[in-house]
């Protein structure tokens, strides 16, 4: 999968990073000493979710980016999103090119911060130090280079989880097994999700469904199901320019002739295209199901996650 440009928002984040540069300070130290709250910032609310979920009460974690209805594709960060970012005690995001402003921040005023970052990007194999000066602490086994939307790949969140908990442990030492604890805890209600995507590839192992963006590549992958879009439309929702009129013929055929079982739209990309996408989907009572880049608000990760294998199951077995 083509990775989306952020040439704007690196350009942005680097002006926002300059302006704050003489005044930036490492915080790192007042966390380790004890009793303050452990200050932490995310590239998104999924990540966020995920903090908030180890360091409970002893973290202080806000994400960069939390609106539920923006898309964090095309996001332009600011001073302020640079001035937290440089402020914190740990940072945690995505990489893999998908928040690319973080990466700017950190490669110019995050010497030595504390990092965990869910995939590696073209940096991959390089010693520590030589990718902008942070530690990095990335998630090994896998390769994610076609698809950065990997906080749907459970195997990664449930391993970011634990890097979180072993930084916030070197921050606050004194409760290492408290965070050991929260961590082995989201690692049971992680495979309790795994468990129910099995028993969903299980019953629908095959089915076809087609994607408006792959942002749920990885949950469709793991439930055996088969996705049909057309390669042309998906490198163009992609790349944010609209598909040849080939690849809408071929995806809206594929819709008319009901050759999946559900549509999987992500509405935080939404278009014209796939706005055309979703009606003839409805129109042909295809189910469609949303799948999000962010949390909704007021949800943790486990309970989004729950809900949308939910929603997807529902509409597989609508289709039997």
Not at 52 to 73: F, L, R, T
Request: charged share 20%; proline share 4%; aromatic share 4%.
């Amino acid at each position: 999968m083509t990775v989306r440009s952020r040439s704007a928002a690196t350009a942005l984040a680097g002006l926002a990073v300059t302006a704050i540069a003489l005044t930036a300070c490492g915080t790192g130290e007042q966390a380790a000493g004890g009793g303050d709250k452990i200050k932490v910032v995310a590239s998104t609310s999924a990540w966020a979710s995920v903090v908030q979920a180890i360091g409970g009460d002893d973290v202080d974690v806000e994400a960069i980016i939390s609106d539920p209805n923006a898309d964090p594709h095309s996001y332009e960060s600011t001073p302020k999103d640079a001035a937290k970012v440089t402020d914190a005690d740990l940072v945690v995001f995505n990489g893999g090119g998908y928040d690319g402003f973080m990466e700017k921040i950190l490669g110019s005023s995050g010497q030595g911060k504390p990092v965990v970052e869910a995939v590696k990007d073209e940096h991959e194999g390089e010693p520590a130090g030589e990718h902008g000066g942070h530690e990095e602490h990335g998630h090994e086994g896998h390769d994610h280079s076609a698809n950065e939307h990997v906080w749907y790949d459970l195997h990664v969140v449930q391993q970011v989880a634990a890097d979180v908990s072993a930084e916030l442990s070197k921050l606050q030492p004194a409760k290492a097994e408290q965070f050991g604890k929260a961590a082995g805890h989201f690692a049971e209600d992680i495979g309790k999700l795994q468990g129910r995507v099995g028993e969903l590839g299980d019953q629908n192992r095959g089915k076809q469904v087609i994607v408006t963006e792959p942002v749920a590549h990885y949950l469709v992958e793991a439930a055996s199901l088969q996705d049909i879009t057309p390669p042309e439309f998906v490198k163009a929702v992609e790349a944010e320019s609209d598909p040849s009129a080939a690849a809408v013929a071929a995806i809206q055929n594929a819709v008319n002739s009901k050759q999946a079982a559900a549509v999987i739209y992500n509405p935080q990309t939404e278009s014209p295209v796939t706005r055309n996408v979703r009606s003839a989907a409805e129109q042909n009572q295809i189910p469609v199901v949303e799948m999000t880049e962010t949390l909704p608000q007021g949800k943790t990760y486990v309970q989004w996650m729950d809900d949308q294998i939910t929603a997807l199951q529902a509409a597989l077995t609508q289709n039997r």
